[in-house]
């Protein structure tokens, strides 16, 4: 299981270290790139720099206050 969770926890952190690294090319350097450069053609457009995160947080804020209130109502429930 000590391999397994290592493979795990190596791809989760390559995937992250991935994402951080193609975010930050796209907020913080592309905007200097000229616009008609081939490497804006493997990016979104820049109103979605802001738009991912903002809907992301959403959603994981929405899950976390279902999960919350999910346990509250089954503590409630083993009270009475």
């Known amino acids: 299981m000590d391999l397994a969770d290592r493979a795990v926890g190596f791809l989760l952190c390559c995937i ?10 796209w907020v913080i350097i592309l905007p200097f790139v000229d616009s008609d450069h081939f490497i804006h053609n493997y990016f979104l457009p820049q109103e979605y720099a802001i738009l991912i995160p903002v809907f992301t947080g959403m959603a994981l804020l929405s899950f976390l206050c279902v999960f919350v209130g999910s346990v509250m109502l089954k503590s409630k429930k083993k009270k009475a």
């Open 16 to 25: 992250s270290l991935s994402i951080f690294t193609y975010y930050t090319f």
